[in-house]
């Protein structure tokens, strides 16, 4: 018997997280030296390392078949033995894991948001996805100043300097919105590659931000709204990233410049002390670590809007200021590289967003998207925002392909591979918001696959 | 009663004005600091700073300082995707390159690309060296790209690049014309009204299906 076998054998309904979501390396390393203890089990480091977790608690008070009622645990931890709280040690392996191969250089690349283990819409800070072009910083916030100045003279009135204690003084307001790189789940334009949901779908991740309207600064400033029709944001990092966004997001009073996330400050990967927020934008347009902003009469034509972030067609050329991300949704559980204990009922559940305001609803379905049925929509339906979906299953044992498909208020309704590739080719990295399938086999075994 | 309604309005303004002025937050930018801060060069190729840099006075700051990274010739290397190569005479001419067709990301190199002098210009200047960006002059920013512009094969190799030569440089880029903002991604006005994009046209329009469906 396999370990494998055993886990599968233990309760029906249950879930089995993908390895990979469950073992940090220390975990690993355990398993290595505690795998001369496991007698008679034929174990598998790659695939059945889940179940030495599992294994190991039979002795222990409270586990099936046992007879003493759970343990009093004795005296716990002193407050404020973490002044800065941790996640259970249990949950060790639920981390940020880096994209491997998008760049040699570290500065230069991503890590993606474990999905598959969070509940309801907000990610937590240490857990959101990063995208750096050189490195993250951590400027001293006492030093850091936020420049607003115009491209020439006459579209300001009076260019000016804001420490990050001016902007703490001023009136703030707070909002929940997603952030997505729309880099995410490029990797899957072709076909199916990426094992698991953290690694087609994390990055994205959804905050509370609190800030200062961007509006009420450039009104300050007394800019000329009237031919200053864009806004170049830049960041203090060593790529001094820029971008445009346009003026009409800051005149709906959207564009936030925010130096709080999920009620604390900003992380500085997440770009302390200050970041621009621009609901509903990809994620390159939130500069972090903002010093400047400038208003011009013309997009900018920067390198990460006209070297990068552009979107090839089939035709070969390249559309440019492709900002928003469209309307999309992915099933959290279950996802690939999970297996599904035994036949039964099973919760499916998932997140739906989009750029161009609330979901509408999202439709589940369970046979590769012949037939559809409307999830529910659990929590809080916000503009530009997570909204988590739900769905009762049982499963039959049988294969199975499970897929979601969410619509805006827009109307927009997400596209399956076949149609979004008809209609744009698969040369571009960005912006996909195709149909996401997850095959499970009779194993339970789930695996990302594509149906075309 | 409207008159009051009226009064009661501007008066509520005028304390609402009051607030907005927010006295003692921030402070005026000086002429020095907003020029060492304005690090961008903007897209209007007629407003270049007055800089110049010739092909020769390029290679050499490349050799030094770039090439550790991007290679003797431009090409691929393992810290980046090619500076140069990919584009033809043809290219040139059309300012379409025939190679993007297909092609796979890591295929395409920077003047593949590149629709603007100033993309490069203000990039090099602001992020180039790797980690120690800002730390070129304005004129070896101007050589280093007349010597990129020559390794892709824009210009001769006895160019210099200055405000009056740029425009002829501009308009031998390779891929100038491959570039469209005709699309549905754009969240500001849209072209017609003086904005970019179809102002969100849906692409693909699906259709949702609830059954026998086609998948």
Known sequence: MTEREVMIGTGAGRVLPAPENHLCDADLQRLTLSRRHLMGLAVSATLAPVAVTA??????????????????????????????????????????????GLSPVPQNSASFTPLQGLFGIITPSGLHYERHHSGWIDPDPREHQLMISGAEPALINKPMLFSVDDLLRLPAVSRMHFLECSGNTGMERQRAVAPTVQYSHGLLSCSEFTGVPLRLLLERCGVDFRRARYVLAEGADAAALTRTIPMELVERDEVLVAYG???????????????????????????????????????????????????????????????????????LSPSGGQTLGSPGFYAITGVAWSGRGKIRGVDVSMDGGRSWRSAQLTGAVLDKCLTRFHCDWVWDGNEAILQSRAVDEAGHVQPTHTVLRAARGTGSIYHNNAIQSWGVERSGEVRNVQVV | MYRWCSLATLLLGLVAGAWADYPGVGRPATQAELALWDSDIGPDLQRLPAARGSVLEGQAIYAAQCAACHGDDGRATEIFYALAGGVTAADVASGRVAGLQGAEPSEVSTFMLLPSLTTLLDYTARAMPFGAGGSLSTDEVFAVTAYLLHLAGVV??????????????????????????????????????GGMGNGGIPEPDTVRCMADCDP
Do not use: C
């Not at chain 2, 006895?158 to 390779?174: I, Y």
């Open chain 1, 55 to 100: 294994a190991a608690p039979t002795g222990l008070p409270g586990a099936p078949g046992s007879a003493t009622p759970p343990p009093a645990y004795g005296l716990g931890q002193p407050v404020a033995a973490h002044p800065y709280g941790q996640p259970s040690r249990h949950q060790r392996g639920l981390e940020r894991r880096a994209l491997k």
């Open chain 1, 261 to 331: 996330q999920n009620g604390e400050h900003l992380r500085p990967e997440n770009g302390f002390p200050l970041r621009l927020v621009v609901p509903g934008v990809q994620g390159v347009s939130w500069v972090k670590w903002l010093r400047r902003i400038e208003v011009g009469e013309a997009p900018y034509n920067t390198r990460d809007e006209a070297l990068k972030y552009i979107d090839l067609m089939p035709d070969g050329m390249h559309r440019q200021y492709t900002s928003l991300q469209e309307v999309k949704s992915v099933i």
């Open chain 2, 156 to 193: 001769d190799g006895d160019f210099v690049l200055d405000r009056s030569s740029a425009e002829l440089a501009q308009q031998r880029l390779p891929n100038r014309n491959g570039f469209s903002t005709d699309h549905g991604l754009w969240p500001g006005a849209a072209a017609v009204d």
